[in-house]
Nanobody, 117 residues
Framework: QVQLVESGGGLVQAGGSLRPSCAAS????????MGWYRQAPGKQREFVTD???????NYADSVKARFTISRDNAKNTVLLQMNNLKPEDTAVYYC???????????WGQGTQVTVSS
């Protein structure tokens, strides 16, 4: 079993920054993909960004050049640096880990990010 705990969401004005983090614990195999998804009110959950164990990253077009994902493999944590935030970034942000070996797929409880105009 794997547990994910997010922190670092909050309320910020447009143009501001936030840096939520996610810590994974439990039976985490060496090769995995950690990432962030978000869900705004009345919308489906959508992909934001992810990063592999060896540092390969992917970003949604809507956040490229504004968001940066990074990870610390020794601590099984992933950070999401969010800059130049816009009101449309307002959502609950969920951390996800997919295990390459074993096929496990786990989600965190989510952290609220609210951007005021």
């Amino acid at each position: 079993q794997v547990q994910l705990v997010e922190s670092g969401g909050g309320l910020v004005q447009a143009g501001g920054s936030l840096r939520p983090s996610c810590a994974a614990s439990g039976n985490i195999f060496r090769f995995n993909v950690m990432g962030w998804y978000r869900q705004a009110p009345g919308k489906q959950r959508e992909f934001v960004t992810d990063i592999t164990t060896n540092g390969i990253t992917n970003y949604a077009d809507s956040v490229k050049a504004r968001f940066t994902i990074s990870r610390d493999n020794a601590k099984n944590t992933v950070l999401l640096q969010m800059n130049n935030l816009k009101p449309e970034d307002t959502a609950v942000y969920y951390c996800r880990i997919r295990l390459i070996i074993g096929g496990g797929d786990y989600w965190g409880q989510g952290t609220q990010v609210t951007v005021s105009s």
